[in-house]
């Protein structure tokens, strides 16, 4: 007897259809294509690169870009706020803090800077600084995705991840994105750079802080390239007809791809490694030498060359800025650090033609609050705050000698120019010529974006 199909009968049809099959012949026709191969963004947009500087921990905006004179008159004033208060009480009393540092107007453009930071003033007319961002997290790792993949829960793509999504890779010899952690990892892993639900092409690549940046890049004694080459040729025939019988294998092919990667490396990276070829004023501009400097010195010159290479994406990582404790100390010694490096960079990069073509951006995870608790006695430091932070921005088509945006008379929240993370996100994004509506990825259901849901361009940043 007849009957008509079931709902479940009629979609299980539709998979032996002609339809099906030309629909999966495309699908696989579009797998094989280059996914990094570099190509133009949804606008026309200066920026080509990004250098990312994530200080992790918490940067206190108050005490580096943000005065707050007004807080010299409550300093150890005890302070509770009522939707405080019950916390308060469990945790100890809480005090306001003046910072330690003394500001100055920097530049042209009277740019408001800790005195500390006296490399960077000098190239203060070439930073946009953003005063008004938010975020929705006080707790490090999830304060750490939402910054470097917009989600606070982890599991979505980097920001590199995307930025490679979406224009490809100059130079098919290096990954598109590289990241330059230090020797632990901060808080949140290697998802801070993981490419999430992209295909596994797009992930970061970190370089090691300590010992070779890459294990076993050369290849063993007694080894030469012709034969790593018909080995890699038999390996890629084997993968090949393993693939060809279990399609959609996303890791297979990106495993496939890293091989050859990986052999075009060996001839590019100990070139782009090896700073002994920078001459001599060059290193001593970036502070290489200086047991202070010298660390994240490195960082930097080394990514002034990887965007010379051709690599879209740098994030270069410095941590232990979660400063709880005497601020002065802990930010003084950090921002010694990192001063004459970041201000090297921008020169460099400058003097070099490519600051044009090329977005830094200074961030952490979230701000610092005006106040702090006691921990054995009154410390001088700050605790967590997603309701204030200062970014800033050099190069790439920045809206350079402003500053966009404002907090509090304390710093406690953004109160003029105020913008979600997103917005951040988005108009990163469009500095870049990316339309973060445009750029989305089908997923579990859906289209998925950096920004999660959309976002607001925020165009005083924009030069």
Same mark, same amino acid.
């Given at each position: 007897m007849l009957h008509a199909p079931t709902r479940r009968e009629f979609v299980y049809s539709l998979g032996a259809s002609l339809g099906s099959v030309a629909f999966t012949s495309l699908l696989a026709e579009e797998a094989n294509k280059n996914l990094l191969a570099p190509r133009d963004g949804h606008l026309p947009a200066k920026a080509k690169n990004v250098i990312f500087l994530m200080m992790e921990g918490g940067p206190s905006h108050i005490d580096t870009f943000d005065p707050k004179p007004a807080l010299a008159k409550l300093h150890l004033r005890e302070f509770i706020r009522e939707d405080q208060q019950a916390s308060a009480m469990q945790s100890g009393k809480r005090y306001y803090v003046q910072s330690p540092f003394k500001f100055i107007k920097a530049g042209e453009c009277g740019a408001d800077m800790a005195e500390n930071w006296s490399h960077l003033a000098k190239v203060a007319d070439d930073l946009c600084f953003f005063r008004g961002c938010t975020v929705d997290s006080v707790n490090h790792p999830t304060a750490m995705y939402q910054m470097n993949c917009g989600n606070r829960f982890g599991g979505d793509p980097g920001i590199g991840a995307w930025v490679n999504y979406g224009l490809g890779t100059l130079n098919e010899d290096l990954p598109g994105f590289i990241v330059l952690p230090e020797v632990s990892y901060p808080q949140g892993g290697a998802a801070n750079w993981s490419n999430g639900f992209?295909?596994? /092409?797009?992930? !970061?690549?970190?370089? *090691?802080?300590?010992?070779? %940046? =890459?294990?076993? +890049?050369?290849?063993?004694?007694?080894?030469?390239?012709?034969?790593?080459?018909?080995?890699?040729?038999?390996?890629?025939?084997?993968?090949?007809?393993?693939?060809?019988?279990?399609?959609?294998?996303?890791?297979?092919?990106?495993?496939?791809?890293?091989?050859?990667?990986?052999?075009?490396?060996?001839?590019?990276?100990?070139?782009?490694?090896?700073?002994?070829?920078?001459?001599?004023?060059?290193?001593?501009?970036?502070?290489?030498?200086?047991?202070?400097?010298?660390?994240?010195?490195?960082?930097?010159?080394?990514?002034?060359?990887?965007?010379?290479?051709?690599?879209?994406?740098?994030?270069?990582?410095?941590?232990?800025?979660?400063?709880?404790?005497?601020?002065? /100390?802990?930010? !003084?010694?950090?921002? *010694?650090?990192?001063?004459? %490096? =970041?201000?090297? +960079?921008?020169?460099?990069?400058?003097?070099?033609?490519?600051?044009?073509?090329?977005?830094?951006?200074?961030?952490?995870?979230?701000?610092?609050?005006?106040?702090?608790?006691?921990?054995?006695?009154?410390?001088?430091g700050r605790d967590h705050n997603p309701n204030a932070m200062t970014i800033w921005l050099a190069g790439g088509g920045c809206n350079a000698g402003h500053t966009v945006g404002a907090t509090d008379e304390l710093g406690m929240e953004a109160v003029e120019g105020k913008s979600h993370v997103r917005d951040f996100h988005v108009t990163l994004l469009r500095l870049l010529g990316l339309d973060d509506n445009k750029l989305t990825f089908y997923h579990a259901g859906r289209f998925k974006q950096l920004s999660q849901f959309g976002g607001t361009v925020i165009k005083e940043l924009i030069g």
């Open positions: 992209l295909p596994a /092409r797009f992930q !970061g690549t970190p370089l *090691r802080a300590k010992g070779s %940046p =890459i294990l076993d +890049l050369a290849p063993p004694a007694g080894v030469s390239t012709e034969r790593q080459r018909r080995n890699l040729d038999l390996l890629a025939r084997l993968n090949t007809a393993h693939a060809a019988q279990h399609p959609g294998h996303d890791e297979l092919a990106a495993r496939m791809d890293n091989y050859e990667l990986a052999f075009r490396m060996q001839m590019q990276v100990p070139e782009v490694l090896d700073l002994s070829q920078e001459d001599a004023k060059t290193t001593a501009l970036y502070g290489i030498g200086n047991d202070a400097t010298d660390a994240f010195g490195r960082k930097c010159l080394l990514a002034r060359k990887l965007v010379e290479k051709g690599v879209r994406f740098v994030q270069l990582y410095h941590g232990s800025w979660d400063s709880h404790d005497y601020i002065e /100390r802990a930010h !003084g010694n950090l921002v *010694r650090g990192v001063d004459q %490096p =970041i201000a090297a +960079l921008i020169t460099d990069l400058k003097r070099r033609g490519l600051l044009e073509s090329t977005l830094i951006v200074w961030c952490g995870e979230f701000g610092r609050t005006p106040d702090n608790g006691v921990r054995g006695g009154i410390a001088y």
